[in-house]
Structure formats: C-alpha cells, structure tokens
C-alpha cells in the first residue's frame, strides 16, 4: 500500500532545521571485559561479535516471549561497547542483564554520567561522516554515528566524554530533533510501550535492528518465526494527527470500535502544526478507514509513507 504525505507534512511548511542538541534524555549502557562482546551478541538481537569500530548496532533486548524491553544504538570504543537508549530504560535494563552475567568476564554500569549525548540535524553533521546508516567517525574523544535521516534532513548521534566542551553549532530546539526523530521510522522503547511489540511490529528488520543469521538470544525463536512463517499481523507506520498524541495511546479502527487496532510508539508535535507518530498498527487496519488515537472517539491520524521500504526477504 503506498502511502502519501499529509499537507501538514510537506517539506515546504517545515522550517530548516540545523543544529546541535543536547539529548538529556538519553543515556548509556557500558559493557566492559573481553567477553562484553560475546556476551551483548546473547542477548540482544544484533551481531555485536562481528561489529566494527566502524559502524553502529541498533539493537533489541527481548524476553523470552520476543517482546522489546529496550532498545539501543551500540558503539565500540576502546574494548568497550557503549549502549546508547533512552535514559528511563537504561537502569532496569543494567538490572535485568546483570543477572545474566554469571562468569562471563563482562561488567556492565549505568555511564549517563561518564557520557555526554548530542543529536546533531543537517548542516550540523560533520562532512567527514560516511554517508551509510550506522555508519561511524571518530574525532579524537568524540564518536559520530550516522543516525537515519528525519523528513529527509541528515542526522547523527555524537557520544563524547561528559566533561568535554559541547560541540560547536547552533541551538536546536529538543522537540524539534524528537519530530526529526518520529519522522525517521525508527522508533526506540519507552515505559509506556516495554513488552508491547515484537521487532517487527515496529519495523526494526527493515531498519538493520535484527540480524537473522546469529546465535540464540532470548526470543530469538519467536522473532524468526515472526518473519518467516508469515505469523506477523503488526507493523509500523507513520501518522499524522490535529492534536496531541503520546506513547502508550491505543489506536482504534472505524470498523472495530471495541477493540485497539495499534498502539502510539513514539511521538512529537510537528513544527508546525498537529503532531506526528510512529504507530504499531494491525496491517489490516491500514485500510484507508478512518483511524482515532486515545479511544474511538479521539484524535483522527491519518496514514502517511514511511521513509523506507519494508523488506520482504532476508
């Protein structure tokens, strides 16, 4: 089903939007030993074993049953693997890991105090980044990862000591690097929505979240026969709406008042008016009926493209 942008979004009403953020709500995972590696690439559902200096992980921590506690942007520096995520979700996730550890020769620690995180939105992405998703560049201290771009404006992650100079650029505003955020697909666990989606209900196989071919990781069986037995009956889409939308809001169908149809993953106002999401949606909800936020009777979203294509076959 192809999808058109809502006029709301269209890239003529957006103001340019340039410059560097501080991400207060972001923060770190360190996992140190020389067993961190093998041990990351257990549990979550990336190859951290094979990761390169030179490239980022997105990546999923899941319960036995395949449901997402907490996602991450992985990074090696040092010996050492950096988890970048939201910070509501960084403390029970040390927790929860930690007591998997056993003897495997790996500490793992809160370090949003150690780090420093900044989103970075068009021509604040230093030139030197390679182009390619995920990819990444090192200067001196700081690590840049290249993030997936949001309504078509480049994007990127920098991780840099806590105690070093914020970096140079202009301001942008918080609320303006979350819509560029929503608008890039890529959607990251929050306390509203922890145990609500398998990977692929937002999409994360199609946004280099999930890789296939490694070892078993908790949920491991249920995410693979998600993809390939053609169990899945959720996915991720983008939408748009006049008024206010939030993570945890149940999404309903015209056709189906009693029941949720979705659920808000992640939103934020749009820089001009109403607000845009990303939305778990049953796929055969994506019917062109009409859609509401928060009950049957409440915010109508309306459908628009994603930003990239679902992949079929891995």
Known sequence: MTLAPTPATEPATIPAMHGIVRLQDWGVISAQGEEAAAFLHGQLTQDFILQRDAEARLAAYCTPKGRMLFSAIGVRRDGEVLLCAPRERIAPTVKRLSMFVLRAKVRLSDASQQWALWGAAGDAVPV?????????????????VRLPPGAGVPRALLIQPASAPAPEGPALAPAHWQWLAVMSGVAHITDPVVEAFVPQMINYESVGGV???KGCYPGQEVVARSQFRGTLKRRGYLVH????????????????????????????????????????LQISAADGQPLT?????GVPVRLQALPYELLQDI
Do not use: M
């Open 241 to 280: 709406a006049d008024g206010p939308l939030a993570a945890g809001q149940e999404v309903f169908h015209a056709a189906d008042p009693e029941q949720p149809a979705g659920l808000v993953v992640q939103a934020a106002p749009h820089p001009v008016a109403g607000w845009d999401a990303i939305v778990s």
């Open 128 to 144: 030197a980044l390679p182009p390619a998703v995920w990819s990444v560049w090192r200067e001196g201290d700081r690590t840049w």
């Open 211 to 213: 890789h296939f071919k």
């Open 293 to 297: 936020a928060g009950g049957p009777d």
